[in-house]
């Protein structure tokens, strides 16, 4: 019949959901179905036409919910996206794209941006550009945290990440605008033990000049270097502008005044 093709696409969309299986492989559902690959390609091509599952990438699907049909699965639930892409492989949603997860920036990132230990091939995720930090397994876990099919770095580690790459997240502008949303629910010893564990001490730096000079309570005064401070470091590295004040508490050369982060952050 005519309807056996659509039918049959949508039993197989209502059993998945039924089974809380929103995420699935290509191999997967070639042994689900005891079809041959050819006739499961078909399937799956018949079904991500109809908008009822997405390809994330080369043989990672995703299934779509009801009353989002013809929306990337990447901006309807990055964390879904990313689980199904990366299935079986150390990772967490990472820089701009965990700030924005978080509620901490207001525009997201123009790539979804990750951390895993490898490169992967892929160069998207339905259909928006794939950003990726490579770290060693030790870093990827430290404030890593649980989020939907995927992980995600909790609110400590997504400031020290933009504090680390200020221009990956969008410039110091974006990290002053996330550390403000973020620090009321901030913890000094926590930032400085990620900071000491990770050896990222220039990221404490530059979180710790933000704090005093912006006075972001409760973190404002809470921060201490974890090394010695031996010279100045650019508050937003990797930029020709010139400096026009300098913290000489963290030694942090900035290129912004405080009345221009201040507008940034609402203070």
């Known amino acids: 019949m005519y309807f056996e093709p659509q039918q049959q696409s949508l039993t197989l969309a209502n059993e998945l959901v039924a089974e809380g299986r929103l995420t699935f492989t290509f191999g997967e559902m070639v042994k689900r179905l005891g079809k041959s690959k050819t006739a499961t390609a078909n399937l799956l091509k018949r079904m991500e036409k109809s908008g009822l599952i997405d390809r ?9 919910q009801l009353g989002v049909l013809g929306i990337p699965a990447a901006a309807e639930d990055i964390a879904l996206s990313v689980g199904a892409a990366l299935h079986g492989m150390p990772h967490r949603i990472a820089y701009r794209s965990a700030l924005y997860e978080h509620d901490l920036v207001v525009h997201p990132s123009r790539s979804i941006q990750i951390a895993t230990i490898r490169r ?4 998207t995720l339905s259909g928006q550009p794939l950003k990726v930090v490579i770290e060693l397994p030790k870093q990827l876990e430290i404030g890593r945290m649980p989020w939907g099919a995927s992980y995600i770095s909790d609110c400590h580690r997504a400031v020290l990440d933009a504090a680390r790459r200020p221009l990956l997240v969008g410039g110091v502008e974006v990290l002053s605008e996330a550390f403000a949303a973020a620090a009321s629910e901030l913890n000094g010893e926590t930032l400085m033990n990620y900071a000491l564990q990770l050896g990222w001490a220039a990221s404490l730096r530059r979180l710790g000049s933000l704090a005093d000079a912006l006075a972001l309570e409760p973190i404002h005064g809470a921060l201490q270097p974890i090394t010695p401070i031996t010279a100045d470091l650019d508050l937003e590295p990797g930029t020709d502008d010139p400096t026009i004040w300098r913290d000489s508490k963290w030694h942090m050369r900035w290129s912004r005044s405080i009345d221009e982060l201040l507008a940034v952050t609402g203070q």
């Open 56 to 64: 994330v990438r080369q043989g990672h699907y995703v299934v779509r």
């Open 120 to 123: 992967v091939r892929t160069k």
